[in-house]
T-cell receptor, first 110, second 113 residues
Framework: SQQGEEDPQALSIQEGENATMNCSYKTSINNLQWYRQNSGRGLVHLILIRSNEREKHSGRLRVTLDTSKKSSSLLITASRAADTASYFCATDGGSYIPTFGRGTSLIVHP | DTAVSQTPKYLVTQMGNDKSIKCEQNLGHDTMYWYKQDSKKFLKIMFSYNNKELIINETVPNRFSPKSPDKAHLNLHINSLELGDSAVYFC????????????FGPGTRLLVL
């Protein structure tokens, strides 16, 4: 089974609202990454958080990591229609084999 | 300038045919990957090469054979295509294995009829 599992599978919000998506994983990790995939495109890297970090920010993105719970969350504040995409977490499972979840599909209504 | 490029973008072919997908990165990265994304968006790693050497080979049928002529290129050859091979195939690269950011190509949409 895959390492990372995103939750929820789908999220629909209005522009201006915050969007929170979660990722749970099973084994210890060296780092965890979040990626965005627009429809019909490749994945684009958003943030990398290392196992010894608890929180990281990048613009309107905030990522937290709780290694005791083996979970991470991605918060997008003040969402825009352009944020509509699928969001994936990727972990290395401590073995340098990158594994992705199935993603959270986010729709932001204008 | 495209960092990771793949050709072709679309590939429609008959069952039983052999096809190749090419990938090139101009980022100077040491590691390249092939992923398969199914219709449910599940993204699964197939292969990884580091400096032209195979380092990851997940449970992929041996009909799939990666070839890395140099560290900037990682091609994927598929023999005897099957219906279940229909998917989007992504190439990616990173500087140091999966510890660092991966840069993805635009994907190749393969449809086997």
């Amino acid at each position: 089974s895959q390492q990372g599992e995103e939750d929820p599978q789908a999220l629909s919000i209005q522009e201006g609202e915050n969007a929170t998506m979660n990722c749970s994983y099973k084994t210890s990790i060296n780092n965890l990454q979040w990626y965005r995939q627009n429809s019909g495109r490749g994945l684009v890297h958003l943030i990398l958080i290392r196992s010894n970090e608890r929180e990281k920010h990048s613009g309107r993105l905030r990522v937290t990591l709780d290694t005791s719970k083996k979970s991470s969350s991605l918060l997008i504040t003040a969402s825009r229609a352009a944020d509509t995409a699928s969001y994936f977490c990727a972990t290395d499972g401590g073995s340098y084999i990158p594994t992705f979840g199935r993603g959270t599909s986010l729709i932001v209504h204008p | 300038d495209t960092a990771v490029s793949q050709t072709p973008k679309y590939l429609v072919t008959q069952m039983g045919n052999d096809k190749s997908i090419k990938c090139e990165q101009n980022l100077g990265h040491d590691t390249m990957y092939w992923y398969k994304q199914d219709s449910k968006k599940f993204l699964k790693i197939m292969f990884s090469y580091n400096n032209k050497e195979l380092i990851i080979n997940e449970t992929v049928p041996n009909r799939f054979s990666p070839k890395s002529p140099d560290k900037a290129h990682l091609n994927l050859h598929i023999n005897s295509l099957e219906l279940g091979d229909s998917a989007v195939y992504f190439c990616a690269s990173s500087q140091v294995r999966s510890q660092e950011t991966q840069y993805f190509g635009p994907g190749t949409r393969l449809l086997v009829l």
